[in-house]
């Protein structure tokens, strides 16, 4: 199976997994995971390489990857990554490929109320629950320029 971080990016749908599946349709229906690790009441958190699905009450509910340099193809598919491959992957940067590719987006800086660590931006895809998350480079504390992508993800909460 061939998935595209793009299409992803664009749809919040990885290959033929989404938000809302059951823990039963993904195994029947998507890759193997490498690992799967069970909590209480139907939470667990399957892995696909650097890869997390989070299941809560056997429901798809966040897909996610914090660890972009580990993000690969794995046994079970073959990742386009090519979209981390066309800039520098810093926020300003980032944000200009976006809109050259036409891809609505709005941006959410240092609100810790919502969650996000200071330092950080959040890159909201419209129409999606697309997150793109964007830390500070300790070199060069403060500056946004410098602010680089550290996570994809899609959750429904």
């Known amino acids: 199976m061939k ?3 793009l299409d992803f990016i664009k ?9 809302g599946q059951t823990t039963k349709w993904v195994n029947d229906n998507f890759a193997v995971p490498d690992s799967k690790t069970w909590m209480k ?3 667990g958190i399957w ?4 890869l997390e699905f989070h299941f809560f009450d ?3 509910h966040l897909i996610w990857c914090d660890n ?3 993000l690969n193809s794995t046994e079970q598919f073959i990742l386009d990554r090519s979209v981390l491959e066309r800039t520098d992957n810093y926020f300003p940067s980032f944000c200009t490929y976006l809109n050259e590719l036409n891809i609505q987006h709005e941006i959410i800086e240092d609100r810790q109320p919502d969650g996000i660590l200071e330092g950080s931006v959040r890159v909201d895809i419209t129409g999606t629950t697309v997150e793109l998350f964007f830390l500070e480079d300790m070199d060069f504390p403060a500056d946004k320029n ?5 996570g994809i993800g899609s ?3």
């Open 11 to 19: 749809t919040g749908k990885f290959g033929t997994a989404e938000l």
């Open 41 to 43: 009441r139907g939470t």
């Open 58 to 60: 056997d429901i798809l």
């Open 47 to 50: 892995l696909y390489g650097a």
């Open 3 to 5: 998935i595209s971080l």
């Open 146 to 150: 410098k602010y680089w992508l550290n």
């Open 68 to 70: 972009l340099s580990k």
């Open 155 to 157: 959750s429904d909460f």
